[in-house]
């Protein structure tokens, strides 16, 4: 049995992975941590709560004695690290928490993971021999976009946000360890997620509850700012590929080839609601545009030949077909509350 610690598994993308991996592989167990801030939420692992190869732990990824007494205690021999701050809005008017978490939080694991597993630097110890660090992050530490072109691996650094340049750091900071000191590291970023389990400041489940409340659906600026869109499942699949097969110090980008815009989207949720929950006017007449975000990046869109040639990964969900499964669950969330 492989113990691997799973940081941030009560948030959105985190609390999709862990049941979809303890599903598939039999032989691990999962230690999750996490602090529990506004975003997570451990209901969204009521399927996980009687399963003996999981365990939860309510913490701090910034706090080193926890930290290393996880990984003594349960001999920990993986991290995939989901922990960190994500709200584009809040690192604008908070940037302090963005810093610490995603920064400094960073830091603090992969610093333990080299000193647990490791003996100096490229020495592992040998019951940590094929131990490995893998860090997620997102394609918005790459900036923005003309009309044309795609990320890719090679893509400079150009974050635009405080919140994309304390995930651009922390990929430094993870990138240095395999330099460094040899350890078995693995990056990817991915391109926006949607599905279920999102928290409701996202702009998908916004615009699906603000329609469902009767209240304006706020839309920034034009509308016309263009993101790549990945349906989070398909995500989970690829950080499992990276994790089990990628080449050690190597950056995989995953993307959906789903590039929309605002306005795209959210005409589209609510046609899908138009069907599903008629009312007397469609639910379009709740758009309303907004002032923009401040330095809100154009366009997002992410070439991932790299992980579906060299891992076989690919996007089992188009837009259409995940924001339909998506709509349909977020229904059900709401009709229960």
């Given at each position: 049995?492989?113990?691997?610690?799973?940081?941030?598994?009560?948030?959105?993308?985190?609390?999709?992975?862990?049941?979809?991996?303890?599903?598939?592989?039999?032989?691990?167990?999962?230690?999750?941590?996490?602090?529990?801030?506004?975003?997570?939420?451990?209901?969204?692992?009521?399927?996980?709560?009687?399963?003996?190869?999981?365990?939860?732990?309510?913490?701090?990824?910034?706090?080193?004695?926890?930290?290393?007494?996880?990984?003594?205690?349960?001999?920990?021999?993986?991290?995939?690290?989901?922990?960190?701050?994500?709200?584009?809005?809040?690192?604008?008017?908070?940037?302090?928490?963005?810093?610490?978490?995603?920064?400094?939080?960073?830091?603090?694991?992969?610093?333990?993971?080299y000193k647990t597993w490791m003996d100096a630097p490229n020495k592992y110890k040998e019951k940590y021999f094929s131990s490995r660090f893998h860090h997620i992050s997102t394609d918005e530490v790459f900036g923005s976009l003309?009309?044309?072109?795609?990320?890719?691996?090679?893509?400079?650094?150009?974050?635009?946000?405080?919140?994309?340049?304390?995930?651009?750091?922390?990929?430094?900071?993870?990138r240095s360890y395999n330099k460094t000191y040899g350890l078995n590291t693995v990056i990817t970023n991915c391109s926006n997620n949607y599905g279920p389990k999102q928290h409701d400041e996202k702009l998908i489940p916004k615009?699906?509850?603000?329609?469902?409340?009767?209240?304006?659906?706020?839309?920034?600026?034009?509308?016309?700012?263009?993101?790549?869109?990945?349906?989070?499942?398909?995500?989970?699949?690829?950080?499992?590929?990276?994790?089990?097969?990628?080449?050690?110090?190597?950056?995989?980008?995953?993307?959906?080839?789903?590039?929309?815009?605002?306005?795209?989207?959210?005409?589209?949720?609510?046609?899908?609601?138009?069907?599903?929950?008629?009312?007397?006017?469609?639910?379009?007449?709740?758009?309303?545009?907004?002032?923009?975000?401040?330095?809100?990046?154009?366009?997002?869109?992410?070439?991932?030949?790299?992980?579906?040639?060299?891992?076989?990964?690919?996007?089992?969900?188009?837009?259409?077909?995940?924001?339909?499964?998506?709509?349909?669950?977020?229904?059900?969330?709401?009709?229960?509350?």
């Amino acid at each position: 049995m492989t113990n691997i610690l799973v940081t941030g598994g009560a948030g959105f993308i985190g609390s999709n992975f862990i049941p979809y991996y303890l599903n598939k592989y039999k032989d691990c167990k999962i230690i999750n941590l996490d602090s529990l801030t506004y975003a997570a939420n451990l209901e969204n692992l009521n399927e996980c709560r009687n399963n003996t190869r999981y365990e939860f732990i309510q913490g701090d990824i910034c706090n080193r004695k926890l930290v290393e007494e996880i990984f003594l205690k349960y001999e920990i021999s993986g991290v995939i690290h989901f922990a960190a701050e994500s709200h584009v809005d809040n690192s604008i008017s908070s940037p302090e928490v963005f810093i610490k978490t995603n920064v400094n939080g960073t830091f603090t694991l992969v610093d333990v993971a080299y000193k647990t597993w490791m003996d100096a630097p490229n020495k592992y110890k040998e019951k940590y021999f094929s131990s490995r660090f893998h860090h997620i992050s997102t394609d918005e530490v790459f900036g923005s976009l003309g009309e044309k072109g795609l990320f890719t691996e090679e893509t400079s650094y150009s974050p635009n946000s405080p919140y994309s340049a304390s995930k651009a750091s922390s990929d430094m900071i993870v990138r240095s360890y395999n330099k460094t000191y040899g350890l078995n590291t693995v990056i990817t970023n991915c391109s926006n997620n949607y599905g279920p389990k999102q928290h409701d400041e996202k702009l998908i489940p916004k615009i699906i509850k603000n329609a469902l409340d009767g209240k304006k659906i706020p839309i920034y600026g034009d509308g016309r700012n263009i993101r790549d869109w990945l349906y989070v499942l398909d995500h989970c699949k690829g950080i499992d590929l990276v994790y089990n097969k990628g080449r050690i110090g190597h950056t995989y980008n995953i993307g959906g080839k789903n590039e929309r815009d605002n306005n795209y989207i959210v005409n589209m949720i609510c046609n899908i609601l138009n069907n599903l929950r008629p009312k007397e006017k469609s639910y379009s007449e709740q758009i309303e545009y907004i002032s923009d975000r401040a330095g809100h990046d154009r366009r997002y869109a992410i070439d991932a030949s790299k992980i579906e040639n060299e891992l076989g990964w690919k996007a089992n969900e188009n837009f259409e077909s995940g924001i339909l499964k998506t709509v349909e669950w977020y229904l059900k969330k709401y009709e229960e509350q």
